[in-house]
């Protein structure tokens, strides 16, 4: 079955830098783009770009170019979120999602949750 | 960027009930729009992809409906595990954007 399973959550400082894993199994890696969302307490959910495992080609969503690097590993089906200069607003869970089900964001992993705190 | 207007943003409801949530885009986006389901401490859970393809395992009381910029979510009976916060998502154009949720608790 498909399954993404993501890193374990992180405790960061300001202006630091994170980096969530996810690693991919039950479907092709690089036959689907991998995307990044991400929620913050109480909140909806927003997208932060995505990845072509294959190309390793990007689109980043315009509020997070500069400070987001979407790559991987596909000898191990790996996909990887890092984000820099991190604020506190910054804190939120991460999710990737991706597989084989047609159309965006049909599995999702488990989220890693990143705090930003001084 | 394409905005998704979700509506109601809360909806309390009864075991049984049919309810409908729908989402408007302030743009056309053919059918390229899925709908969430996501429970507290929970990863959201596609239910619906291209308007109105169920999901492989979703239970048939779940239906969408819909083209263009106006789309709906039903459940047509609604079961005591439903109760959930539920998202619709457009990827017709980038950035993609999400609906701002709707929030189904029991009355």
């Known amino acids: 079955q498909v399954q993404l399973v993501q890193s374990g959550a992180e405790v960061k400082k300001p202006g630091a830098s994170v980096k969530v894993s996810c690693k991919a199994s039950?479907?092709?890696?690089?036959?689907?783009?991998m995307h990044w969302a991400r929620q913050a307490p109480g909140q909806g959910l927003e997208w932060l770009g995505r990845?072509?495992?294959?190309?390793?080609?990007?689109n980043y969503a315009q509020k997070f170019q500069g400070r987001v690097t979407m790559t991987r590993d596909t000898s191990i089906s790996t996909a990887y979120l890092e984000l820099s200069s991190l604020r506190s607003d910054d804190t939120a869970v991460y999710y990737c999602?991706?597989?084989?089900?047609?159309?965006?964001?049909?599995?999702w992993g488990q989220g890693t949750l990143v705090t930003v705190s001084s | 960027d394409i905005q998704m207007t979700q509506s109601p943003s809360s909806l309390s409801a009864s075991v049984g009930d049919r309810v409908t949530i729908t989402c408007r885009a302030s743009?056309?986006?053919?059918?390229?729009l899925g709908w969430y389901q996501q429970k507290p401490g929970q990863a959201p859970k596609r239910l619906i992809y291209?308007?109105?393809r169920l999901q492989s395992g979703v239970p048939s009381r779940f239906s969408g409906s819909g083209s263009g910029t106006e789309f709906s979510l039903t459940i047509s009976s609604l079961q005591p595990e439903d109760f959930a916060t539920y998202y619709c998502?457009?990827?017709?154009?980038?950035?993609?954007?999400f609906g701002q949720g709707t929030r189904l608790e029991i009355k």
């Open positions: 999602a991706s597989g084989p089900g047609g159309g965006v964001f049909d599995y």
């Open positions: 039950g479907y092709t890696f690089s036959g689907y783009y």
């Open positions: 990845m072509n495992p294959t190309s390793g080609d990007t």
């Open positions: 743009q056309g986006i053919r059918n390229d």
């Open positions: 291209a308007a109105s």
């Open positions: 998502l457009q990827h017709n154009n980038y950035p993609i954007t």
